[in-house]
């Protein structure tokens, strides 16, 4: 079986160990609460946008928003139907086995239709990446694409390397083979989406592709060295700095989305105290739909601020608002 060339450095271990320890928190910032429909929302939009900026859609965060919302935009014909393209395919994304090569045929068949007339199938015919008029990269022979991405898709689906890194060699391989006429980089970044989600589902929703985007030279730049060295150990590297980057920024939103939710928590606590000074932890979980940590967290913050004290044993004792 092929295996791609690949080293796993001492940078990337550092990052594949940080990356995992930054999932964990975001993940006990969020409990058992799945980020909310609006903020989701707004993380697929940017993702949305972010790729197809990528490959040089003009169409602006609001202009992709309203046509993603129904909403009439004035554009080009082509990047307007390139957004809704791309809502249909991340729509799909659950329900797509990220290690059958027919539903990534499948998706691209989603993402380039009306684009391109050979959508969903690889292609017949060369085809090198440009930087101005300069070919940076030209692609293995068509008639080789078929058994090339069958043997990716074999060592996706067996290897036992860290899901962070495999991801990676798969984007970066992908890349190389450019297995369609069109639309290869949205559909690489797409994919290794699709295999970071079913290692922690919270990469379905996290935007990595806007980070890569806010560094697009380095990208290029990061496939460019990987093709010059012979092995993606350069781009495997840079994305996982995109992934961590993009965790970091993710944990400042849900600070602040937290804050908000404590905030009113506490109001309510210090409400149904008031009223009833003996409310155990029990009732407060029940009465306000929230869970033992939740309810221990802003009793906890009330206490550190001097806004609560707790008079007595658990059992027998009550709480006591400080004005």
């Avoid at 940078?11 to 928190?25: D, K, Y």
């Avoid at 989600?197 to 929703?205: E, L, M, N, Q």
């Avoid at 009113?264 to 929230?290: C, D, G, H, R, Y």
Wanted: aromatic share 8%.
């Amino acid at each position: 079986m092929y295996t791609p060339p690949f080293t796993i450095t001492d940078e990337i271990l550092r990052l594949v160990s940080e990356i995992s320890e930054q999932i964990g928190a975001l993940n006990v910032m969020l409990g058992a609460r799945m980020p909310s429909p609006m903020l989701r929302k707004e993380n697929q939009i940017k993702t949305i946008h972010s790729s197809l900026a990528i490959e040089h859609n003009s169409l602006s965060l609001q202009q992709v928003t309203d046509v993603i919302n129904g909403k009439h935009v004035l554009g080009a014909p082509n990047e307007i139907q390139e957004v809704k393209n791309a809502v249909q395919a991340y729509q799909l994304m659950q329900s797509l086995d990220a290690f059958q090569e027919k539903d990534l045929l499948r998706a691209h068949g989603l993402m380039m239709t009306d684009l391109v007339d050979n959508a969903g199938r690889y292609r017949k015919g060369g085809v090198g990446v440009f930087a101005g008029e300069q070919c940076i990269h030209m692609a293995p022979p068509a008639d080789n694409v078929p058994f090339l991405m069958a043997d990716l898709f074999e060592w996706i689906s067996t290897t036992d390397t860290h899901p962070l890194v495999s991801s990676c060699v798969f984007h970066y391989e992908f890349e190389f083979i450019h297995p369609f006429m069109d639309g290869n980089g949205r559909m690489g970044r797409y994919w290794q989406t699709m295999l970071l989600s079913r290692w922690k589902g919270i990469f379905a929703w996290l935007p990595v592709e806007t980070i890569v985007k806010q560094h697009q030279q380095d990208y290029y730049d990061a496939i460019a060295q990987s093709d010059a060295q012979g092995k993606s150990t350069i781009f495997i590297n840079f994305m996982l700095k995109c992934i961590l980057q993009t965790i970091n920024e993710q944990q400042k939103v849900t600070d602040k989305v937290t804050d908000k939710v404590t905030d009113k928590s506490e109001n309510k606590i210090l409400n149904i105290i008031q009223a009833t000074p003996t409310v155990t932890v029990s009732q407060l979980m029940e009465m306000l739909s929230m869970s033992d940590s939740g309810v221990r967290k802003v009793l906890r913050k009330l206490q550190q601020e001097g806004q609560l004290v707790r008079i007595g044993a658990n059992k027998n004792g009550h709480w006591e608002i400080k004005q």
